[in-house]
């Protein structure tokens, strides 16, 4: 493979795709969004357990690319057990990387853990969109909006 | 039907008209798939416009100067030119819009708003581009009419077994894609048209897809309007055709006002100027319509047959190289069909294909293809999309067929 796609599809990504934790319905969630880019056709369906303020589980169904798989798979990882403002946090973080928006700082890149390989998505315009899908629907499904969330 | 030629397509000569296939992406040589999306151009559309702007640049039907005299012949030259590739009986019934869409909203707005009211009914595919439902949707909802809607069978053709029962004394038009840009059926329109006629019924094809892959013939096809865009064509964009009938557009009123489509303006009336340029508002894209001039010069030197023949031999070796790809499913299976490829390849999202083709200096479309209903018709989320041209080569479609393999063994 290309090094600059490498890059962009990195091992733990293609895992994650093939592979992707927390998938599935979640019967007892009290928090459930759906999402979906147009352009490409991935839709997301996110359901949560917020108790106490804390994300107690987090599950995710629906059809998309490798980037939005993987970034789903990794984000329900990532804010399992958290509470909902260090998701936000989290989030926040993710979105500066995706986009490019600043330079994260050594700290904060070490505090993302393995979120930090979707960084090589900022140089492809068209991906920030699938790698952001799943944390905008987390966003919208915690604030309790009923309106889909879509990428564009 | 002209260049029924006895000589050996040269697909390298061909090529060697087009600047931008000598390009390299992600340092690999281009291999442009995504016809479908837009066509590359030759060299003498480019020379076309770049010649206008240059050294006659000026505005048309109004200047009183030699360099405005120049640019109408050309723009007029150009509208004769469409007339003889589509056979119309006069220019007069030869309108340029922006593009196929535009043709279509045009009808909507005009002949639709003056005969389809509350209660009347519109049939159309579910084979439609969103270009020819959206227009269609929009006229409904404001008047109350209802859209009656073709299906699609699962070999992706249309089902026709029962096609008259369509028709009811309600039904005010037709639309239909004579190509899908999905699937690449090509529908037997003539049938259609005949069937609509003898229930009254005019009949709107969306020819943005065949037009530049096999003749067409107004007249012996029958339809009342039919619109394509010269974008695919190999010309420009921003230009495109709507050829209706004469008398339909005789009778139909303007869409947009503004100049050069008035006869005589006061504050208390305005009369029309005659067709097409009723239809006609504002200053038209002049370049665009005289590199479309040259886009069909470049077609019919080539011979639109001949471009059919190598287009054909095309589809039949990427037809037997993609069904070689494991996991990889064809999406379509006309009887009749021109060379698009739509399919999804097992364990691989389209997007990633996409990216991944890229990477190799293929260039294919991913995605829905403006067409959602078609896409649920075939419940998949999304296609990968390769459409082919008259410069495209069977060494391309090996490429695409070995990307492919590559792509699944990194993803499966």
Redesign the interface.
Known sequence: ??D??RE??QEVI?DH??RPLNYGPLPDSNHDANGRN??????ITLHVRVEDGRIADVSFEG?????S?ASASMMTEAVKGRTVSEADTIFQQFHDLVTGTRELTAEELDGMGKLAVFAGVHD?PA?VK?ASLAWHTLNAAIAGSDQPVTTE | MTGLSTSVYNVEAVRAQFPILGVRV?NKPLNYLDNANTTQKPETVIEAISSFYRTFNSNIHRASHLLGELATNQYEGARKKVQHFLNAEQWEEIVFVRNATEGVNLVANSYGRQHIGEGDEVILTEMEHHANIVPWQMLCDQVGAVIKVIPVTSEGELDLSNLSDYFTPRTKLLGVVHMSNVLGTINPVEKIIEEAHAHGVPVLVDAAQSAYHMAIDVQAMGCDFLVFSGHKLYGPTGIGVLYARRSLLEEMPPWQGGGDMIESVTFARTTYNQVPYKFEAGTPHIAGAIGLGAAIDFIQDLGIANIQAHEHDLLQHGLKALTAVDGLTLIGNAAKRASVFSFTLD??????IG??LD?DGIAIR???HCAHPL?QRFKV??TARASLGCYNTTDELDALAKSLTKIRE???
């Open positions: 493979m290309n600059d796609l962009l599809y293609l795709n093939k147009p352009l490409c056709g991935d839709h059809e998309g690319c490798a980037i798989r492809y991906r699938c | 992600h364990g691989v999202h389209p997007h990633d990216t991944f990477f991913t995605g829905q896409m989320p999304a990194t993803f499966v």
